[in-house]
């Protein structure tokens, strides 16, 4: 009975935005649509680098907001130039995980039971506490 949630980072990794939490079985893509993300990015004149779980969420290739590495299929392998361009933006996100990482470092999360509107005034509030301590 987890609980899903998206955020953005800045290229440092601080964390600069929490979703509404969601049921756990909430697909990235669904909880980014939902949140409109993609018209939020756009509107800020922002852009995203984003994990595999949000391949698709995207239409518009010739201007892209979020930016998605390549996913392997059974019947369609990578080919060399798409693995290489998965490593650098896999590099290039590394900072975003730290970002994750921080936050996850907060135990009351782990045992977190609870309704999602309770979970997203957490969330909001860890959010300010984990950039604290990074900051400091």
Do not use: C, Y
């Not at 969420?57 to 693995?83: C, H, I, N, W, Y």
Request: net charge positive; no cysteine; aromatic share 4%.
């Amino acid at each position: 009975h987890g609980l899903h949630f998206l955020a953005l980072t800045d290229e440092r990794g601080r964390l600069i935005w929490i979703s509404a939490a969601r049921p756990g079985r909430t697909h990235d893509i669904t909880a980014a649509r939902r949140d409109h993300v993609l018209e939020h990015l756009r509107a800020a004149g922002l852009g995203a680098l984003a994990d595999l779980g949000f391949v698709g969420l995207e239409k518009d290739s010739d201007d892209p907001v979020v930016v998605t590495g390549f996913k392997a299929t059974r019947a369609r392998k990578l080919t060399a130039g798409q693995k290489q361009a998965n490593q650098i933006l896999a590099a290039a996100r590394a900072p975003v995980e730290h970002g994750f990482a921080h936050l996850k470092n907060w135990r009351i999360l782990t045992r977190l039971r609870t309704d999602p509107s309770r979970a997203t005034s957490l969330l909001r509030a860890l959010l300010v506490l984990t950039n604290l301590a990074v900051a400091r």
